[in-house]
């Protein structure tokens, strides 16, 4: 079930994004030079740019391989801890059950075995064993579905409470899992409608501060960007045409490659389209030109500042999906050393809890020992 999300520092505001210092970019196939001397204006503007989307993309390509690398250790590390401890909480469940009609125990010490029975068998119903769901309901005065029902609904209240939204849960059974995704998606709508709007506020400020000729300017720009995408979209579709390649595995990788770029330029993404460029270039197939000018520089740029921004909801998305997926503590990031110590935390929560479900099973093989058990505090 998810945890308490008061302290979430996922659920407050979005703090304005800091700028980043850029570092320069050398080896595009589109190359920023004014000349021999100083770099333009609109020079550095795209050398920043392409820096800030270079960095992004790194970024995201650093995290997902993170990610990757967490899920196999954690898989090798906690997963025979997490089977072990369910094969042990599965014996006390059933072991336990067998002994509440046992006449050498009294009666509140029934209760509170039934009381353990049931809370046993809902933890592992949680996690989707039928069998413990059938159990918890056999003893509990309350069914399992309905205890997740009232557990979901008391967390949309609060979720909702804190959005300012409902939530569309959709036709789904409702469940603790549904409630607390959903609320992460629209918590992350809202940041990205928040993040949009400040935009739109800002280009509106620029655009009272313009003259007409500014806006022209803008527009020209916008349709010289559309321009350079077709032009580097049409010279790789000339390079890459699988239809005009005799050789069959040359057709299979020019397939590939053509497939990259049509995937690029739907969705425009100039970066990528460079990318691509660069290994026609490699391959011996076109050359790289001449510099672009100014003007068509200061189109690209606006491509870019585009994609920057794309790829800034790209990373805080993965950020925020991965610290779900790992069950981070709020406020922790998907770092290496954060998950490092997540990992150890949860490491050792199990070897604890494994020695622990061990100690609680030997107590059931003695009369003795099961009434101190079931007469002393118990953390489950």
């Known amino acids: 079930m998810p945890r308490p999300f008061e302290d979430d520092p996922r659920f407050r505001a979005d703090p304005a994004d800091a700028p980043q210092a850029s570092d320069p970019l050398a080896g595009r196939q589109v190359r920023a030079v004014a000349g021999a001397g100083r770099p333009s204006e609109a020079s550095r503007a795209w050398q920043q740019q392409m820096a800030r989307l270079e960095r992004l993309q790194q970024q995201i390509d650093d995290l997902e391989a993170l990610a990757r690398e967490e899920r196999e250790r954690r898989s090798r590390e906690l997963q025979p801890l997490q089977l072990r401890r369910r094969e042990l909480m599965v014996a006390l469940a059933q072991g ?13 010490q029934r209760l509170v075995a039934r009381d353990r029975v049931c809370a046993v068998a809902a933890q592992l119903a949680d996690e989707g064993d039928a069998n413990m769901r059938e159990l918890h309901d056999r003893y509990s005065p309350r069914s399992w579905q309905d205890r997740r029902r009232d557990a979901a609904q008391d967390l949309r209240l609060k979720l909702e409470a804190r959005l300012g939204e409902v939530l569309d849960l959709g036709d789904a059974p409702l469940s603790p899992e549904l409630v607390w995704r959903v609320g992460q998606e629209k918590l992350r ?18 655009a009272r501060r313009g003259t007409a000729g500014a806006q022209e300017a803008l527009q020209a720009q916008a349709a010289e960007a559309d321009q350079t995408l077709r032009q580097i979209y049409r010279q790789l579709a000339s390079a890459w045409h699988p239809d005009r390649e005799p050789d069959e595995q040359e057709r299979r990788r020019k397939t590939d490659l053509m497939g990259q770029a049509n995937a690029a330029y739907e969705r425009r993404d100039l970066l990528s389209l460079l990318r691509l460029q660069g290994q026609a270039v490699q391959g011996g197939v076109g050359a790289v030109g001449q510099p672009p000018a100014d003007e068509r520089l200061a189109a690209m740029t606006l491509l870019l500042k585009r994609q920057v921004a794309v790829r800034e909801r790209s990373r805080a998305a993965l950020q925020s999906d991965l610290a779900l997926e790992f069950d981070l503590p709020p406020g922790q990031a998907a770092q290496p050393q954060t998950l490092a110590v997540d990992r150890q935390a949860k490491l050792e929560a199990l070897q604890q809890s494994v020695r622990d479900r061990e100690r609680d099973l030997r107590c059931l093989g003695e009369v003795s020992a099961l009434r101190r058990w079931l007469n002393a505090p118990w953390m489950g």
Do not use: P
């Open 96 to 108: 336990l059950a067998d002994r509440l009609e046992d006449k050498s125990l009294s009666e509140r």
């Open 189 to 206: 709508d809202l940041r990205e409608g928040r993040r949009g709007q400040r935009q739109e506020r800002a280009q509106a400020r620029q």
